[in-house]
């Protein structure tokens, strides 16, 4: 089964804080991407990568980056994170194999910020 | 620009009641639709995934349809159960969009009482 791990299910920070969200897959996938869930508004995008040190910008990329160094892992980063960034965030990957896929989903880490 | 909605947005169903879920989406361009079930403070699992030259995909006591031409997709469930209680969320993969880039709607919330 794929397993898809995030690095923490609850977190409590400051505003001003540099936060790090991580994300860890264990099927090879080449595809990850980075969406948070907020009521009302469902899931949005905000980063996704292809592959190793690549990314790309998703719908609401404002006030984030991403880093991937190695194929499993990619993190998530609030440079300064500010109250609007409270939401539930949600890691997903997916293989890039020729075939239509669905994408596979970490159990979240809901954020609060204060 | 992809717009994804669900009706209703709440259901609430005595258990062995079979239910219809709708979403409708406003640009007929797509890859595939998937549908995901959302368990309380969790990640997404995938439940049925209709690639654009498909009309309808079954998992057990699940039925998706897609009328690609119409904008729109059912997911029937049959004989429900109290485990069924969860949140669904349809997702579209649009041709304008990108691969690999879903845009989700907001989810129903279904309920099944004993």
């Known amino acids: 089964d794929v397993k898809v791990t995030q690095s923490s299910r609850y977190l409590v920070k400051r505003t001003g804080e540099k936060v790090f969200l991580e994300c860890v897959q264990d099927?090879?996938?080449?595809?990850m991407f980075w969406y948070r869930q907020d009521p009302g508004l469902g899931l949005r995008l905000i980063y996704f990568s292809y592959d190793v040190k690549m990314k790309e910008k998703g719908d609401i990329p404002e006030g984030y980056s991403v880093s991937r160094e190695k194929k499993e892992r990619f993190s998530l980063i609030l440079e300064s994170a500010s109250t609007n960034q409270t939401s539930m965030y949600l890691c997903?990957?997916?293989?890039?194999?020729?075939?239509?896929?669905?994408?596979?989903f970490g159990p979240g880490t809901r954020l609060l910020v204060l | 620009k992809q717009e994804v909605t669900q009706i209703p947005a709440a259901l609430s169903v005595p258990e062995g009641e079979n239910l219809v879920l709708n979403c409708s989406f406003t640009?007929?361009?797509?890859?595939?639709l998937q549908w995901f079930r959302q368990d309380p403070g969790k990640g997404l699992t995938s439940l049925l995934l209709i690639q654009s030259s498909q009309r309808e995909q079954t998992s057990g006591r699940l039925n998706a349809s897609l009328d690609k031409s119409s904008g729109r997709s059912t997911l029937y469930i049959a004989a429900s159960q109290p485990g069924d209680s969860a949140t669904y969320l349809c997702?579209?993969?649009?041709?304008?969009?990108?691969?690999?880039?879903?845009?989700f709607g907001t989810g129903t919330r279904l309920l099944v009482s004993p």
């Open positions: 997702a579209v993969e649009g041709r304008n969009t990108g691969f690999q880039k879903l845009v």
């Open positions: 997903a990957s997916s293989p890039s194999s020729g075939r239509v896929e669905t994408q596979y």
């Open positions: 099927m090879d996938h080449e595809n």
């Open positions: 640009d007929s361009a797509i890859y595939n």
